[in-house]
Structures are given as structure tokens and as C-alpha cells.
């Protein structure tokens, strides 16, 4: 999709920041090259799909003995195994991993796995965008993200008018955080209920895509439908693990933690008619092979893929005109 360039009384982009860039994950000698041909993914998520019904068909088992003899034998399947194998973790490391998620899951209001069926969902889904940016750079403090120069700053565009997207920040102090209460109880469904964002920053591709769309959605949505909203972009790995200790299924390693991965607001677009619209628009953006989808409930988790880094990249330097 071609985006228009901006106006000649409109900005150049917010200057980059000297801070150094988020470092490299360190060799690892269990780390995998991918193969040559890529794993199918289609055939992976179709998978998925028909391992979860498994699952949820042992939900209610009282032995894990069940379950774990499930995920052994049906991760092996070839479809399945081919985009494991090609992760850094493997296909045994993946395994280890999913049957220690399930052992410690605990259900709670805030995490986005409703039940063990949609812990392994996300769980399973997510090693799609791990394989994609497995030799990414991770973002590991919180101070590598507010200082990184390959992020830029949401509010500085939003400002400017070059956002066609709405987000909010995380309260910083006590009043604050009053404040949005009384609003949320004054008129409780005036916005999505989210704890907004850590960090109001993002890579410059994954603007891009966003502005793509929140265009795209107001031109199918119907009539008074807000603008998409945006309710996770960046986190530190820091910040991670800081989410699973209050109980969110926030897994490592995490598209998040790499930049090129957002959360957007599904299920308060009920409301306005405009839920399954903007469902529609991303999985078609996945199935054209531009992101990963997963389906988390309240919000859908979006992953950049790198064949589409590039020409974003191209989009938001001629919509910022740099």
C-alpha cells in the first residue's frame, strides 16, 4: 500500500537518541540455524489448531500425566516440529518450556490465558516470531528502550498529527492513577480497558504499519467507529519478567522485547460493530504474509515479519518525509 508523504508544513522526524543500541543476545551453543527451506507455516498454525482441541478436550484432567504425553507425542509431528527445530531453543527446549508454562499456569483477571488451551496457543503461535527475529537484538533494561536510537517517540508524532492510531501511557504517579479511575468509572466504556503503555515508543516499522491500519480500518469500519487502538508495543525483557510475576502470559522470548511486535484492542469494537472488520484486516495482513496473528481475547498480538521491514521502513520515511 503506498502512503501519502507528508504535507511541506509538517516536521521532520524527532532527532535519534545518542544512547547506545540494545544489545545481542550472547552466542549460545544450543542456538539452531534455520534451515534453508522455511518451515511451513501455514500448515504449522493449521497444527496448532487442531492441538488445542486436544488440549482443551484434557482441560479438566485431574493427571498432567495426560497432557504431557499429548504435547510429547503430537510436537514431533513434522509440521509442527520443523518450525520448533528452527527456533533457538529447539524442539526439546520448546517442549521443556510449553510443559513448564502449563505446570506453573495459575488463572488470574489479568492474564490473557483464559485456560490452559489458550496458554498453549500463545505459547505455540508466538514461536513464529521468535523464528522470524531469532538474530534480532533484544531490548533487555528498560533503559536500552527509552534510550535506544532505533525506536522513535509516540507522543512526538502524536503531536504532529502523523498517528493514525490511539494509545495511552501507564499513570506515573498515585494521581495519576486516580484520576484515570474516576474516569473509567464516570464513563467505563468511553476507552478500552488496558493498563496502556511502559514505554510510548516504537520502531519506525512497526509505525508504519500501524498508520497502514488504522487507515485501512476506518475506511471498512462503520460509521463513528474510533480510530484502532494500541495497547502493548515495546518491552524490555526487564519489563517482562515484571508482567509474569503479576500473573500475564508475557513469554520469553517475546516479539515485544525485540520491537517489532504490538497489541491492539479487539474486543471493545463489539460495541461499535467493528470487531470482526478489524479481525478480518489482520488476518489478511497474515495470510499475505506480513505478520503473525494470535488471538489473545481482549486484545490480538501482532508480529512484523522481516519480508515486510523493508518496504515499512520505505512508507514511514516518505510519510515523515525523512
Given at each position: 500500500m503506498r502512503v501519502p508523504s507528508r504535507s511541506p508544513g509538517q516536521q521532520p522526524g524527532p532527532p535519534a537518541s545518542p544512547t547506545a543500541p540494545a544489545r545481542r543476545r550472547p552466542p549460545s551453543s544450543a542456538a539452531r540455524r534455520p534451515p534453508t527451506a522455511a518451515p511451513d507455516l501455514a500448515a504449522y498454525r493449521a497444527a496448532v489448531a487442531d492441538l488445542l482441541v486436544e488440549v482443551g478436550a484434557l482441560a479438566d484432567a485431574t493427571s498432567t500425566r495426560a497432557r504431557q504425553v499429548l504435547i510429547d507425542e503430537?510436537?514431533?509431528?513434522?509440521?509442527?516440529?520443523?518450525?520448533?527445530?528452527?527456533?533457538?531453543?529447539?524442539?526439546?527446549?520448546?517442549?521443556?518450556?510449553?510443559?513448564?508454562?502449563?505446570?506453573?499456569?495459575?488463572?488470574?483477571?489479568?492474564?490473557?490465558?483464559?485456560?490452559?488451551?489458550?496458554?498453549?496457543?500463545?505459547?505455540?503461535?508466538?514461536?513464529?516470531?521468535?523464528?522470524?527475529?531469532?538474530?534480532?537484538?533484544?531490548?533487555?533494561?528498560?533503559?536500552?528502550?527509552?534510550?535506544?536510537?532505533?525506536?522513535?517517540?509516540?507522543e512526538w508524532l502524536r503531536r504532529r498529527d502523523l498517528l493514525r492510531f490511539r494509545y495511552q501511557e501507564q499513570p506515573a504517579t498515585v494521581l495519576g492513577r486516580a484520576a484515570r479511575g474516576l474516569r473509567r468509572r464516570l464513563r467505563p466504556d468511553a476507552s478500552p480497558h488496558t493498563a496502556g503503555l511502559l514505554f510510548r515508543r516504537a520502531r519506525r516499522e512497526v509505525v508504519a504499519l500501524l498508520n497502514e491500519l488504522g487507515r485501512e480500518f476506518a475506511a471498512a469500519a462503520p460509521p463513528a467507529t474510533p480510530p484502532l487502538w494500541v495497547t502493548s508495543l515495546v518491552r524490555s525483557t526487564e519489563h517482562q519478567y515484571r508482567l509474569r510475576r503479576l500473573g500475564y502470559a508475557a513469554m520469553l522470548p517475546s516479539g515485544h522485547c525485540l520491537g517489532y511486535s504490538a497489541d491492539v484492542e479487539l474486543a471493545w469494537f463489539e460495541r461499535f460493530g467493528a470487531r470482526d472488520t478489524l479481525a478480518e484486516l489482520l488476518l489478511a495482513r497474515q495470510d499475505a504474509g506480513e505478520l503473525n496473528v494470535i488471538d489473545e481475547g481482549q486484545a490480538w498480538h501482532l508480529c512484523l515479519a522481516p519480508t515486510a521491514r523493508r518496504r515499512l521502513r520505505r512508507a514511514y520515511e516518505a510519510e515523515m518525509g525523512v
Open positions: 503430537r510436537l514431533r509431528e513434522p509440521a509442527l516440529a520443523a518450525v520448533l527445530d528452527a527456533t533457538p531453543q529447539g524442539l526439546l527446549g520448546a517442549r521443556e518450556t510449553l510443559l513448564l508454562e502449563m505446570a506453573r499456569y495459575q488463572p488470574n483477571e489479568r492474564t490473557s490465558a483464559r485456560d490452559l488451551t489458550a496458554l498453549v496457543r500463545i505459547y505455540l503461535l508466538s514461536r513464529i516470531d521468535v523464528l522470524w527475529w531469532q538474530d534480532a537484538p533484544i531490548f533487555v533494561t528498560d533503559d536500552q528502550v527509552n534510550g535506544s536510537a532505533d525506536l522513535v517517540d509516540l
